[in-house]
Each structure stands twice: as structure tokens, then as C-alpha cells.
């Protein structure tokens, strides 16, 4: 009796063992008796209890559905299984590339972070705020990896951006360093294309523009992602051609380092960063610091970076000639029948002037009233002589002169615990106002720069649910503001008409008199504000500091849910933001530049933010001048499989815009649909989307520039469509693409002078029929990449609200055609590992002046055009694996130093900015034309420049 309840429970027990290795229970507990399986080495019931849960993918989460393949890839990699244990880590990094393992094991980490290296030019996260599979995202978008910005070299973002195919760039080394106009779509700034950092926006919320500098790191850059075409079905009213996604090295992740290296994977405290120097006094450090527990992970990042620039003083526009004095003319000074509302007999007793005088001459007639006073050719002396002084002298403790220095900075960290992700990044940067005329704008060390920063706080949530369902928070709060020191100094100057500078000054030249601008003399109201002796309506001859300032913040809430099956994947989310910004800048001017030194100069603003504390705005509206804005989108996209290779998606989002309590465009609808058929070889996109742009509260109301604040401006909207082909053999090695595309974009916002008055307007409707064209390989072994691309754009302007278009006009500054190539060679000699990468951009001639958009630009020296360049670039980098944590690179941009498409001109040039009409005393100039807000037609590129860089991995 005994024996037989003794063998019952061996049984019973064996009877359990062996239903549950048959039909194993996939959870929590599943996983713990696996983990105390693996560590006594019990490998074949660790496989038992794991393979059957992760084929049938029977875990409650996808948390939990990772653990489980990692064990089992360790469980591979202890059995000497490797392309299992490979193919098990890969389903975890697509499926989170954010994984963090729970195991010491060097095999499966360096698995693991070949994987993630691999995957990340196939996995993308921003069509769709979730990582998917590039070949199946409703969208055509694009990588580059951290891998290749280290291998070509690259120096700052606009360099990636300058090699990637859809983009017409003008670096004009001022404001805003660079114009990047995506999708042929020419605008004014860069504020058609949304930036982000991480998925957080980056773009100015008074402006709307994006300041893609040298301020942004790239020591802890993981990958850049551009989306091409209309983003606002994900993104709201911002991402109206496209959208730039840069995301960084979670601080849980090691940065890697693009050579082999044998550092440990495993440690907890790392150091990554470079150090470069170049000519043109160029230097800059960039560093990440990171600090990893189990549960819990820091990483702060710095970058310091500042720059000379290079040397413009041989240009006409920037060469600060006292010649240039000698092409003014001082008829305007010529008055006659009266001033505004004013007679010229009123206008001499109001500034008490003698009736006669060596420098001008009084006609009156019978009745004793004056029909005219003119200049004599002495005063026509005496003026231009006050110009000259006034020219050639000091300006804020600095000789006048070209300068147009960079200094900007970045710091930023970020904690994660558990699913919190908890982040901060600042930045400023200080640039020259290089884009205006050196008979208008005193150069960067004379006090001429502009100076924003960028104060980001954000919070992230991020849960698996279950398997299939997954939820996201995000919350930020936004500051963007100018600094204290932002300051354009103009020179007011007899010669010039806009200057409103009249007989009173010329005899009075170092006294404040009013100007005569058709207002009151005596005082000008706007609203409750009296204009002292530091605004406009009190002038001299000089040099005159204008600082500027203004402010915005922004608190962002976004909440998302994901729900994904082998069929259906569904996105949707809520967006709500509550903004609060200005209307027009806060102005301070004053006639204080005679300072002995340039200390003297910054100590005049350490302790006070001049236009912050005391300015004013020109021209207030009705209302204060701080705005408060609600936006609220709620957004879906919904993708279904129809079988293996046939795919669609659908979305829209609805926004909501209201400011103060009456304005706003209300609602509107943002959709996009997407066919796709996605087979081994080939990937074939049909896209439409429709794009929103709301116009920023600085294109409705700044008077920057001399504009005329227009309110009542309507929203753009775009209508996209295009059709991409990509084609691949191998393994994917060896890829092409053709991408069509056409956009028609309707109440184009543009600026221009109307009856006079210089104003943002709803220029019309533009459409644009284009074509991007790629071809990449790589070798098996990554020593050889190759790369190539081409933009053909013809974009043009079809309606005009100003006037009737016969026939449509060409936008001006897009080059028709643009072909980017790079290729890379890896190789190890030895203990020497090298990498050798040759990079050439092609950009085909760029049309302006008359029949363009851009008529009233001249071009290079006159000859109405802006020519094709070629430009050549190189990247030589070493490492000695003796000393595995360090490598060297030197970089060389215009490798050859002359434009050889170019028998006139050894440089290169690149378009002015907005109008680009500054023409002063050059071709076709007429004298006494106004000057002042003209930008310059056309920007020199930099001659040959060489740049060193340590990268440490520490």
C-alpha cells in the first residue's frame, strides 16, 4: 500500500512535467523558472519552457516577450548556436531598440549592438511615432547612421543634410547660418521643414524657424530621420514639406565608435566626445558623459563651438570702402513745397534754422513763403564729409570693418527610470548679421549679431501594455527667447533717403533731432507709449544700436496609443499645447556706440537686457502685444495587412487653432493615405498627404526690416502625392530608388512691396514636379559604401494675387538639378584601422532676376545669375588598436579650392537671403536708391578649410 502512494505522486508529478513541456504556461512565472533553469546550466528545459512562447508569441507584453528571447540567445550563444542566438537578438532590437539587457555577457552584447547598428538605416520611428519597418512606412523617409556621420567627416547637421537628395541649401553665415529649403519650396527661412531632437520640436515658437546650427552636438547622435512630403497628419501645422528627426543614444546605450574597437561593452561609466580645431581660428569640443545602473541611467552632453568665419572683405558688399561714400547723392535733402502735413516755412521755425546759410539756399516767392530750399555744393561737402567720419570710424570700442564671428553652445541631460524618460537641453547661439549690406550693418565684432536661445524641458512615458498594446506620453515646457546681446547696428547716413536725416541734422550733426517722416515733430504716440530720445523719431548721423528682443513658452502635452497585430497596426494620439508669445519684436535703439573698447561696449549690457527692460514695439495694434494660443490636434492612422506584401494606411487629424478669444483659423483636417507593396526585392509607395502651415505670429506682426504688420494672413495649405520605387539584390547591399513627386501649395505666404509698403502677403499658388533618384551599395564585409543621389526640381509660382501671370514664374535660388556622391573604404593594416571618405556635390545653376520669383536679385557680380559648382570633400580617419579608445580624422571641404564649372570665379557661390536685392554701388545700381533692409545678393563659400578632430570613447 505504501509503494502505491508512493508511485502516485512520481506519477502525477511526471504526468505535470510532462503536460507542461508540451503545452508550457507563457508567463511571469514561465520566466522565472527559465532565468533559475539557465544559471544551473539546465539549457534544455530553459529551451522546453521558451520556444513554444515566443513562436506563438504567447507572453502577456512585449516586455516580457523580449526577456524570453534574450534567455534563449544566451541559452543559443552557451550552446556554441550563434546564427540562432543572432536571429532571436534581432527580433528584440526590431521590435525595441531600446532593450536594455539584463545579462553580462559580451558575446550577446556585441551582438546586440552590431544589431542595433544594422538596423537602424531599416527601422524607423517618425512617419509614425512608433519604430517600424522603413520599406512599410506610409511615408518616404530616410537615415543616415552614426556610423556614416563619423566616417564622411560630417562637422555640423547641415552637412548631413546638404548630402541628402530633396534639399536646396544657401549658407549665408548669418542668423541663421544656413537656408535649407526641402522638396524645391523656396521660402524666406527655414520654416517650412519641422526639426525635432528625439521626437521634441525645435523649431522657435515666435518665428517658426528652424536654427540648424553648429550649436547641436553629435557626439551622442544615434540617427537622423527626414521625412519627405507633408507630416502634419503625425506632427500638426508645422511640418508642412517635411520633417528632420535627430535622435540621440538613449543613456542606457554605449556609443560606438565606427572602427573596430575591444573596449568593454559592459561598463557602467563612459566618456565619448571629440575635440577639433581648423583654420579660421575654428575650434570646438563636444562631449558626452554617461552613467548606467540596472535600473536607472544618466547621460549629460556639452558642445562648444566658434569660428572666425572666413574672410569676405574682398567682396564689394562686405569691403567697408570709405569709397563707398563717394557713391552717395544728397538730392533728397532737397526740399521743396513741404514736408508731410507741414509747410517748409513751418518746418524752419520748428527747428529754429537761419534763412541763410553756406550750406543750402532759401527760394520763397512774393508772399514770403518757401517754395524750396536746396542743398549748395558746400553742404553737399559737409555732408558727405560727416558720412565719411561717421563710416570709417568706431563703432561699440571695435574699428569698422567685415567681422562675422560664430560662438555657439549646447548642454543638455537626461535620466531614465524604468519606462520615465526625464530630459533638459539649452542652447544659444551667437551670429553675425552677414546677410545685409556693410553700407547698412556694421559687422559681428562691432556689436551686429543675433543671439536666440532654446530652453527645452520634457518628460516621457512609455508602457508596453500587453503585447500588442503600447502607450506614450510626452510632455514638454518650451522657452525660446533672444539674448541680451541681439543687436543690429545700423549706419544712418546723410546719403541714405530712407533716413530720414534733413538740414537740422547737418547743422547740428552730434545733437538728437527728430527726423521728418510725415508724423508729428515734436512727439509720436503709439497707444499709451511716448517715444523718448532712444527710439527713431530722434536721429543722428552714426552708427545707431537697434537691439531686439522677444519671448515665448509653450507647454506641450502629447499622449499616443499604439495597438499592433500581424495585421493591424493603429496610431493614435491627442496633442494639446497652450502657447503664450509676442506679436512684434520689443525694439531699444540709442547713438551710445562711441565706446573706447569692446569691454566698455559688453558692460553696457551685463547687467541689463536693453530692448527686454526699456524697449518697445513700433508699431502696437490694438491689444497688448503678448498673445495666447490653444492648439489642440487629435490624430489616427490606421495601417492593414492585406496579405504578405500588400499594405495600406490611412489617417487625418483634426486641429484646432484658437488665439485669444476671436482669432485663429479654427479647425482643420490633415489627411494621408498610403498604398504599398513591399516584397523581398522590391518596395513600391503611393502616397498623398495634405500639409498645414500656420503663419507665425512673427511673419503676421514684425516689423523687422521695415515691414508693415499684416494680421489677417491665411493658413497654407499644400496637396502632395508621390510615387517611389525601391529596388534591391542580395542582401540588401546593393539598392536603388526613383521617388516622383508633385505639390501643388495653395495661399503661399511671401514678402514684398505693395504701393510701396514692405509687407508679408498670400503671394499665390506655387506647384513643383520633381524627381529623387538614389543608388547605395555596401560590400559584405562594410569596407566598401557607395552612394549617390539626384534632385530634379522645377518649381514655379501659377497664381499671383498682385497681378496676372501670362505664364507661370520660376522660383528663384532652387537649382533644377543636384547629385550628391560619397564613397567610403574601410581597411586594417596591422594594428591600423583606416577609413578614407571622398564626398562631391553637384548643384546645377540657380535661376533668379527676371521671369523668376527672385527678380530683383543681380547675381554674381552683376551677370544675373547664381553659376553651378562643384564642390569636393574629404575625411581621412586612423585608429591603432593599441590605443583602442582613440581616433583621429582630418577633414578637407573644397578639396580642390576652385570652382572648376567656373571659368570666371575661383569660388562657389550661394544665394542672399528673402529678396536679395542689395545692389549698392554695384552693377546696375542707381544713385540715390535706397539701401537700408536690402539683403545681399549672393554669399562666397568658404576656400579650402581644414579641420582636425580627436574622438575619444572612454
Partial sequence: MKKIFIIIPIISCLGLTVAFAQNPICDSNNLERSKDRYEIGDFASVRRNLEVCIKTRGFENLDELNKARELLALTEIAEDRLEEAQLLIEDVVKSNNKFVSSYRNIVFNLIFEQAKRDNIGVSVTSVSKK??????????VKTITREEILDRGYLDLVEILTDMPGFDISKIFAVTYANIFQMGFRQENTERTLFMVDGVEEND??????????QYPLSNIKAVEILYGPSSTMYGPRAFVGAINVITLSPKELPKESMESTKNPQKNIYLNGNTQVGNLNTQSADLTLGIRGKSTAFQMTGRYYRSDEHDLSNTEFYNYSPQDIDHFTYGHMNLQGSIGPFSLNQYMGQFNLPMNHPYYNVNSNSAGDIENITLTPEGVSRARELDRLAYTGMANGHPVGYSNHTEDYFIGAKLTVENFLFGIRHWKRTEGFNFYQDIDVAGSKNGSVWSPENTTIYAQYDKDITERITISNLSNFALHRLGRESNRVNFISFGDPAANLHLAHLLNPEALIPSVNSMKMSQNLFGTESLDMNESSLMRNGWRNRYYFYEAQQFRNEFRFFYESPRLKISNGLDFRNTLTQGDYLIYMDFNTDHENPKSYKNKQSEVSLAREKGIVQNQLEGSNMFSIIDIGVFNQVTVTLNENFLISGGNRIDYNQIRRSGGYGFAFSPRLSAIYNSKYTTLKLNYSRGLQNVSQWTKFSTGGGRVPNPTLETETINFVNL????????????????????????????????GIQKNYNAGKYRNLGLMSGFNFSSNSKNWRIFVNHTYNRPEQISSTLFELNEPLRLGDIASHRVNFSVTRKNKIG????????????????????????????????????????????NIGFKVESFPYLRIDLRIENLLNNNILDRLNQEYFHPGTRAARGRFNMPGDTPGRRFNDDNVPYVPQRPRFFMVRLTYTL
Avoid at 515658437?205 to 553648429?214: D, E, G, P, T
Avoid at 546645377?844 to 544675373?864: C, M, Y
Fill in 131 to 140: 519604430a517600424e519597418d522603413l520599406n512599410k512606412a506610409p511615408a518616404t
Fill in 205 to 214: 515658437l515666435w518665428l517658426n524657424w528652424a536654427y540648424i546650427s553648429r
Fill in 724 to 755: 517611389e520605387y525601391l529596388g534591391r539584390i542580395g542582401n540588401g547591399n546593393l539598392g536603388w530608388e526613383l521617388n516622383g513627386f508633385a505639390y501643388q501649395i495653395d495661399d503661399a505666404v511671401a514678402s514684398g512691396r505693395l504701393d
Fill in 831 to 874: 594594428q591600423l584601422h583606416n577609413v578614407i571618405n571622398l564626398r562631391a556635390n553637384y548643384v546645377s545653376e540657380r535661376p533668379i532676376g527676371e521671369g523668376t520669383t527672385q527678380s530683383d536679385n543681380i547675381g554674381v557680380n552683376g551677370t544675373g545669375e547664381i553659376p553651378a559648382y562643384l564642390l569636393v570633400n574629404s
